[in-house]
């Protein structure tokens, strides 16, 4: 009884959740893409990633980095990734940027190549 | 000679929530006898794993269940640090552990809901999975993941502790303890469900042990069995755990055993955080070939005893994996506990045994021919070899 008189006066455990936002902790895996500064290309995420989600792909030809001898960087398929986290993990540089952004359910299929490549552009400008 | 009605229970079914048929043979009202068959989520996953390097088979393999994916983590990580002789720093060790018991508590938590709306108690099934999603974020800010923790990485962890986390892991647990103790007084003294649960699906300790059951349905029966004490891993064997045992063996005993045990789980958590030695859990390379042999590996999963046995040849690759799941021996081996039953209890019964078939399903039953009854390979009928008349 007193059980009933307690929750008819508490907050309702669930949300809206389209309408408001989801409460996500900053821990949590979500959204992540290589930094093209500093990926060196050596594509050991590729390797270790088990659901075959990250494919090397060459840099575009009006960038070089130094550090990044073969010219290749990593990109992630979202639709097959399964936010284990093992490509961040392994990482020898430490290049992915990672976020706590999990809606990115669509229609078209997602991948960090317009978010590598703006990484770029930043690094230009600084 | 008797005639029966048959019943198939499954494998689409309101009552069940996961795909398992039973074939419920009724005298009147009167179970008389139950096949059980399996074989509706079959995945290939043991196979999947012989392709797959030493690293990618962490992920793959805790992929196998959803709520016991920590143990699966575990349990092949364990026996592949044995394999390789690489030994995990204390720390990670006991980040595991609290990993590990989180996800027993809300296991117990989840079936016990599961079990409540099983036999009508809708309101309880909410307000458990309300307070089960308060462990559901402990298990996020600590690994990432509300569901998959994929902490484990061979030689130690992905992630090191917090201290802000751990104080809030704390907090937390002692609004989790006082909910635990509320609904465990609600099952032992709630008129309808002891109506329900007591004294439905008895299982006395000889049977048990016959019939190899394993887990909570075991520890029910008065058999102190459970791995973290008999073979200590992780942190095990600093903590000390203690064997929950009831000695009714019914349903109810089973439901109140996993209320007990997740209040172990909140104690061994906090001591947990409490002893936990300094240093860093996250190792700096991965090993990632290993030498000639086989291991045999075990943990005590939520379900019960959780087996891997892992050959290796050598290299990148593992040669074979296989998997014994604890859901595997109590599903499939009890059918003997459904006998002398009605049939409106034949879901309550299952449910007690905390049946995970995502677990179970790593095996094909391939054709045997039975009477009027085929069961053949799903390939062969997919490929359209076997005509059904």
Sequence with gaps: ????????????????????????????????????????????????????????????????????????????????????????????????ITSNKFDMADYVTHNSQALSLKTIRKGDKG | MAKYVEVPVGPQHPALHEPIMLRVKLDGEVVEGVDIVTGYNHRGVEKLGEKNSWVRDIYIFSRICGICNAVHAQTYTQGVEKLMGVEPPPRAKYI??????????????????????????????????????RVMHLKEIITGQRVHADIHIIGGVKRDLKPETAEKVLRVLDYIEARLKHYKKVFEEDYTIRKRLEDVGKISKQEALKHSLVGPVLRASGVPSDVRVDDPYSAYDELKPNIVVRHEGDSLARMLLRWDEALESVRLIRAAIKNMPKGNPVPKAIKRAAGKGEVFSRVEAPRGELIYHIVSTGGPKPYRIKVRTPSFNNIVNSGFAYIGERLADVPVILTSFDPCISCTERVLVVDEKKGLRKWVPFMALSRGEIRVA
């Design chain 2, 96 to 133: 595991r552990t609290i990993v590990m018991e989180l996800e027993r508590i809300h296991s117990h938590m989840l079936i016990n809901a599961v079990m409540a709306e099983a036999i009508g108690f809708d309101t309880l099934f909410m307000l458990i999975m309300r307070d089960r999603e």
């Design chain 1, 1 to 96: 009884m007193r059980e009933v008189i307690s929750n008819i006066f508490s907050r309702p455990a669930t949300i809206q959740y389209p309408r408001e936002p989801a409460a996500v902790s900053s821990e949590y895996r979500g959204l992540h893409y290589p930094d093209l500064n500093k990926c060196i290309g050596c594509s050991l995420c590729m390797v270790d990633c088990p659901a075959n989600a990250i494919k090397m792909v060459k840099l575009p030809p009006d960038y070089t980095n130094p550090k990044n001898p073969r010219g290749i960087y990593p990109v992630v398929d979202y639709g097959k990734c399964v936010f284990c986290y093992q490509c961040v993990f392994v990482c020898p540089v430490k290049a992915y």
